[in-house]
């Protein structure tokens, strides 16, 4: 029987390429950062590694198209489940993926309390609404109050929901800009949108609250900060909020879901596309902590400047 082709935003490494990361990962050097962003003489050692393999340049073509083409969709799913079995520890593993991805971006730790790959588990006993708790997480760009959001956000599923609940939402944010009237899509290039605190951040500029939703830079360049959580107290009368409504809705309108398993890798650029999360399955509370669904959440950079 035929194997059913992957849809387009899937990526699969080729089985010599996870065979030959899985060899090498052992004596891959431990990460350093800089200032946030994995060190240079870390990302000359994985690339130095990585380049001579075959397949490697194909993949780094495959994720730069589906990222980066101003009319495609600007995320992808990395399937490395295969190469997660197949190295001998996680934290081979770990330094296999973060190489890997050194070939697409270099990788940023944002948050200074946390590691370069922060855990996004499933606490039951905090606000419900948020991406680590059990309820939806709705659409939103990560780091939005900031002037330098990460160029991309990506999620590697480490365990998937045993309830097989809590699909990925992504949707491309500059089609549901498109879309808008243009009184509305006026408004959204207003500062008049707030979301959060920003303390202990590194890489990502200066704090930028109030911010319009659309700066006007170029696709690449500019970002759509967008982020649902920020209407949640909104005042629905007020025309600013009836403009971020109406671009919410384009971005249901637009919205594609799917399910992440074990190993799969969810890479958004924001300058393109915002993503977000349906509800985990009824009975969390009856899983074990240690076999809820659990995500590691790594930021990226890319090298060169886009204006």
Not at 161 to 168: A, I, L, T, V
Not at 235 to 250: F, I, M, N, Q, S
């Amino acid at each position: 029987m035929p194997t059913e082709p992957l849809p387009e935003y899937r990526v699969r490494l080729p089985k010599d390429l996870v065979a030959d990361l899985a060899r090498h990962a052992a004596s891959l050097p431990d990460w350093q950062l800089t200032d946030g962003l994995l060190s240079s003489s870390t990302s000359v050692a994985y690339r130095r590694t990585l380049t001579g393999l075959p397949h490697s340049a194909d993949f780094a073509a495959t994720c730069d198209r589906l990222l980066n083409a101003l009319k495609g969709d600007g995320f992808a799913v990395l399937e490395l489940a295969d190469l997660l079995n197949a190295v001998d520890t996680e934290a081979d593993g770990l330094r296999a993926v973060t190489a890997l991805v050194s070939l697409i971006a270099t990788p940023l730790r944002a948050f200074n309390a946390w590691p370069l790959w922060k855990p996004l588990g499933t606490n039951l006993a905090i606000d419900p609404m948020r991406a680590t708790g059990s309820g939806y997480n709705p659409m939103h760009l990560d780091i939005v109050n900031s002037t330098w959001p990460p160029d991309y956000s990506a999620l590697l599923c480490v365990r998937p929901d045993p309830k097989g609940q809590g699909h990925s939402l992504v949707s491309q944010i500059r089609r549901a800009v498109e879309r808008l009237g243009y009184t509305d899509a006026e408004l959204l290039t207003h500062p008049r949108y707030e979301d959060g605190s920003f303390y202990d951040l590194t890489g990502v500029g200066e704090e930028l609250n109030p911010f319009p939703l659309i700066d006007g830079h170029s696709p690449l360049g500019g970002f759509v900060r967008f982020t649902a959580k920020m209407l949640a107290d909104a005042d629905p009368d007020d025309p600013y909020t009836k403009a971020a409504r109406a671009l919410e809705r384009e971005l249901v309108i637009g919205q594609r879901r799917f399910l992440l398993g074990r190993g799969d890798m969810l890479i958004v650029n924001q300058h393109l596309c915002c993503h977000g999360r349906e509800a985990l399955g009824d009975g969390q509370e009856g899983i074990p902590e240690d076999e809820r669904r659990l995500l590691l959440q790594i930021f990226m950079r890319r090298t060169e400047a886009v204006t």
